[in-house]
Structures are given as C-alpha cells and as structure tokens.
C-alpha cells in the first residue's frame, strides 16, 4: 500500500514540509506502507519573498529571487503545475484546474497568502503603477524601482491598508531603506516620508513598538496611526489616502500594502476556510479545524502569528513531526510556541533583530544566546545576517537542514525581560 | 479592572472599558453605552450589527475585525464607520459588551 501525502503550495512552507517529509520516509515506513509526496502548485516560480523588499531601491534583481519551484524539492518528490479548483474533504480529494483529482490520506494546505487589491476602492484605479505602487509583488517592486530613481522630491506615503499582511515590519523597512536611499541620492531634505497605518503604534507588540517609533522619529518619519485607508484618490494633482474616519494623506507617490486573503480555492471548498479564506487551524498542532487529515503552515492558517517565513520556517519542524504521527497513528504531540523571528532593515547598511512567540513580545538582548546577535538595537552584524539569509534560505531551510542553535523552539538566554 | 453601573446593573470591566463578563449585558444597558459614546438612537442597523457582534463572540470566542464585519454582517465597511464613527469594530465591540476583538497581528 502507499499512502499519499498532498502539498498544496510549492512555497517555503510546501517545499520545506515536503523535504522533510521526503528525507524521513526514505528511511522510514509508516506501518509497512510507502509514502508518496506531491507538491501542487500554479507556476514553477518560486519567488525568495524577502528580497522583493530590495527590488524598488535596485538592491535586488528579478532574477536573483527567483529560481524554478521544482529544483527546490528532493527527487522523488512528484511536482505537479496546476491551479487548484477545490479541496473535497469528504472525499479526501482534490480537484485540480487541469481536471486531475488527487486523491490524499493527509493533504497540507501551504498555499499562502494573497494581495487582495479589489477591496480597496480606487487602488488599483487612475495611477495605479505610476503614482500608485505595491513593492508585495515583483511587478509592483520593479516598477517601483524606475518611478523612485525618478523622484525628485515631494510626499512619499508609505500605507498598510488593514493587518493581517505578510512580514508586518517590511512597510517600515521600506520607510527606512527610502530615507538611506534618498540621503545617498542628496535629496533627503526634499522628500517627505509618512508611514501610515491602521495600528496604534509603529508595531503590533509593544517594546518593539516603542522602540520602532524612535527610530521612525530619529529618521525625520513621520507617522499617523490608527489610519484606516477607505479610498485611493489619484486624479491629476489631486492625490491622497482617505480614511473612513475623513482624515487625508496627500501624497506624490504611494506605496500600499494591499490588504490579503488566503487562495480563491480555500473559498471554493466546503468547511475549509474562513471569511477571508484563510484556513482555521490549531496553533499548537497545526492541525486544521476542517478535518484531522487536514494540515496547515505559514501564511495560509489563521494562527496568531506573523504571516512571515520564519513562522513558515519554525512551524515546518512541527507540522512534519506532526504528520509522521497521525500516519503511525500515535497522538499528535509536538506543540509550535509562536517562535518569529525578523531582521528588520534600518538602512545605512545597518538592521535590527527581533525575536519573539505567543506569549513573550520582541524584547532587548542578544539571538540565540548572550554572545549571540544583537536584539531589538541597529547593528552592522544584523544587515549582514539579514543579507547571508537569502544563502541560508535557498541551501539549508528550503531542503530541511537543521541549524544548530536555531529550532521550533524560541530560545530565552540572552533576552533581558523589561 | 473596574466596576461601573449600567441601566441599573453593576458590570466589571477591564483597563480599556471592555466587558469582562459578556453575559451581564442587556439591551438597556448598550443604550446607555452608546449614548455615552454620542449615539444618541440605536437604529435597526446598529442592532443589527451589534447582535452579529456577539453571535460571533459567543460561536468563536471572539469579535469580527471591521473587515470581517463588512463581509459578514450585511452592513458595508463604509455605512459601519457612519454607524460606529470612532472605529466599528472597537466601539460596537464595546457598546455590544464583547470583549475588544483580537484582529491586529
């Protein structure tokens, strides 16, 4: 007999869970069966999301983030390039675009999240990618980088539309790559940069807030919070953001985070999702609410962690230890704390490092322990880690390396508690 | 934590006004809450959104965001800021006695 294992998402949480996956199987029978894997996914572009953030100030190319889906996964891990038109749980099926059916003993839902430009009235109207940008896809990030190496001055909006949105600090990394980038191009003072968001502060959690604000500050951003975008206006000269509350931000060039959802195909299956189509799941298991043979990772669950690939990363340990038991039938055990952990770009060639899980919010001290990097205060060593990263990604977490030092686990030396 | 009286009725509430114990809220009480906050006439569709409030609180542990409001609760995200003009989701969390609904990540 062969059981099946379904992927949906060929992203870093698919590719990891099915590497994983792939490496213990080869050694290991589940009850005397084979395991067969299958990563579905709509395109064989598998995109390094990290580095769309250095695409608009011509720190990154197209080219350098993105590498084919399939040369990701192990041999003998079957890639499938299809749309997905529907999970049918009762039948433990899926339904591709392509009209093939797969039939799945676990399937997992790795299929993300997306930018969700309709629900914003007017953002993808007049100026959309002349005056109006997003850096969360490679379009956006690229037409970006020529209108901002146009810029010669004037207001520079930067706007989360509504949370939840992948990697909560890159808006602010972007504020503060544009305040580098503009000092390099000797126009600084011409420019004025505004981070607008529906938070109440510069971040969700708040140390890290507080401090994020400082810097925000010290770098001449300005900042208006609790903003809840309603309407992208762009005729002519007449340019701004306006909230439902009536307050405006005027801008030259905005630059939007979108609002997300989880994949059209959660919506189209029965029980699967929620109201935004991502996928209601066990914080601790990852074991979807949908059915027991159901998993989910990464941007596509409803967990309350940050939609960001280190989450992606540290639940990947979990889910796979997780789905080697519900195969052998033994009780799931192993728990995900919430464990994120982000570099967040400061410019001048300079990042801060936080580190934080469910219960314990980012806070000073040092990664992993108390000779480790840096937390939560700008350091060389920080840019360079964040730069190594892309490295880090491609050969050690998409194929299932474990780093020592580095787990599921968040670790506790080195953090002063404030 | 702290306790104020409502229509009558003695409720605890938490630091930022939220309702510790949802089931000690009674219509009477929400019209006294939103005259607090300068609503001076509950409408039907501010009951509307209200009751949907806590139909979701009490099936999924928490309040809708305003997003999830504007999908789900048959009022527009635009008619639900007319409706709840200092925030939907915080104020009618606030005035339908649910506690503030866990949105932001």
Redesign the interface.
Known sequence: MTKQIVILGGGTGGTLVANRLHKHFKHHRADHDTVQIIVVDRDDHHMYQPGLLFVPFGLAQHSEIVRPRRAQLHNGIEFVESGIDRVEKDRDTVVLENGRELAYDVLVVATGAQLAFDETEGLTGPGWNEQVFTFYDIIGATGLEAALAEFEGGKLVVNVVDMPIKCPVAPLEFCFLADWYFTERGIRDKVEITYATPLDGAFTKPVASAALSELLEEKGIHLVTEFNTGEVVCNGDDRKLVGYDGREVPFDLAVVIPMHSGADYVGRSEGLGDELNFVPTNKSTLQTDAKPNIFAIGDATNVPASKAGSVTHFEGEVLVDNIIRFIEHRDLQSTYDGHANCFIETGFGKALLIDFNYTTEPLPGHFPTKVGMPLLKESRMNHLGKLMFQWFYWHALLPGRDVPGIGADMPEHGKEHV | MSTATYAGVSVELNDEGFFVDPTQWTKDIAVELAKADDIDELTPQHWTVLEFMRKEYFEKGTG?????LG??SGVS??DL?LLF?K?PAKMAARIAGIPKP????
Do not use: A, F, L, N
């Open positions: 809708p965001t305003v997003r999830v999908k789900t995200v635009k800021y003009p925030g866990k949105g932001c990540i």
